[in-house]
């Protein structure tokens, strides 16, 4: 499925909505305003963010929470970028005009998003979107430090302005990069599987280690190369052929659809639970709802996250309202980092489901 949506007025970006694609998204506060104006408001914002995967089945794998701009890295699974993000957006802008008591726009305009043709650009976007908080004068990293680098070449920054920078770094709050280097929990709705073993290394801490290197580089050798060379209209961060295509609107062949397009198909619900059983060894009834057991909840998890399910398919097979269904999903990610048991059933669930 593939969509581009224009509102026929130039002055609007293009939207290309892919399923099974990955996106930078950056929105900014208006005329160049604060967007967030203390960490309360940070919190509604990622607040809205973690309800992304269970509404619109998009996975979140970086985020940057900047003063007066956001910026995500994500990958559909649905063609439902625009409508999500305006949602995210619209449910920001609400809770942020009720807490400080005022009215009007929040957000500069409409997102800008790029769509990003493999997972190998996607990684290198990452690091781009980790490395906003040293992007800026002062530090040797801002748009015109590296201008003037590029013709004047770059001296190495030094020992105390590479210090500085790791520290800017490693101490933004309001940044993924600390939860991929272990320094905070995952939320559990924080996708870190790809970006984290995309560098190498066998175990947790070589590929931790291994992401760590490659994102410092630029800090070390004080030139950053942007990720966005080979940017089509804007909109479109890959090859010509490729971004011509979905310019066009024309459907994509099945060599030319992205990997995780070609390989998803939506899992029903009655074969994720004859797999649960399976790994269980007791049908759904007796412990879907035993109290205390986390069996339902994991494999609504699975059906929504890995499934290709909306959580709205899942709550009426399983008899719960939607408000207690999504809880209990987050609330099952939330545990997820930190229980191997539940990351077992998981991995026994997804893999007894070959295509989840």
């Known amino acids: 499925m593939l969509a581009v949506l224009s509102s026929g007025r130039m002055a609007r970006p293009l939207r290309i909505d892919v399923a099974g694609a990955w996106y930078q998204v950056k929105n900014r506060g208006h005329r160049g305003g604060a967007l967030f104006l203390d960490d309360a408001d940070r919190r509604r914002f990622l607040g809205a963010v973690a309800e992304l995967p269970e509404r619109f089945a ?48 929040v957000f500069q305009g409409r997102f800008k998003g790029v769509l990003i043709q493999e997972a190998a650009k996607a990684v290198e976007v990452a690091r781009y979107v980790h490395l906003n908080p040293v992007r800026i004068g002062g530090l040797g990293l801002s748009q015109s430090d590296q201008r003037r680098a590029r013709v004047l070449g770059c ?40 970006i ?65 397009r070609r390989l998803r198909r939506r899992v029903g619900w009655e074969e994720l639970v004859g797999a649960a059983e399976k790994i269980r060894g007791e049908p759904w ?58 990351q077992r059933f998981v991995a026994k669930l997804r893999s007894g489901v070959p295509t989840v």
């Open 196 to 260: 984290g073993r995309a560098c190498g290394g066998r175990s947790r801490l070589e590929r931790r280690a291994a992401l760590k290197a490659y994102t410092e580089q630029p800090i070390r050798q004080g030139v950053l190369v942007s990720p966005w060379e080979g940017l089509v209209a804007g909109v479109v961060l890959g090859e010509t052929g490729y971004a011509r295509k979905l310019l066009s609107g024309r459907r994509l062949n099945q060599e030319e659809q992205t990997p995780a």
């Open 285 to 342: 009834e007796r412990w879907a709802e035993r109290h205390g057991d986390w069996g339902r909840d994991g494999v609504m998890y699975v059906a929504v996250r890995y499934g290709g399910m909306r959580l709205a398919e899942v709550v009426p097979p399983v008899g719960l309202k939607y408000q207690a269904a999504a809880q209990a999903v987050k609330r099952f990610a939330q545990m997820l980092a930190d229980d191997p048991e539940r």
């Open 58 to 105: 998009l996975e979140v794998h970086a985020f940057m929470l900047m003063h007066n701009h956001y910026h995500l890295l994500v990958r559909t699974r649905e063609a439902n970028l625009s409508h999500a993000i305006r949602w995210l957006n619209v449910s920001y802008a609400i809770k942020f005009n009720r807490a400080h008591r005022c009215r009007g726009t």
């Open 155 to 194: 001296e190495h920054p030094g020992a105390e302005l590479i210090r500085r920078r790791l520290e800017t770094l490693r101490e933004h709050p309001w940044s993924s990069w600390r939860i991929y280097m272990g320094m905070e929990p995952n939320p559990g709705w924080l996708e870190t599987g790809v």
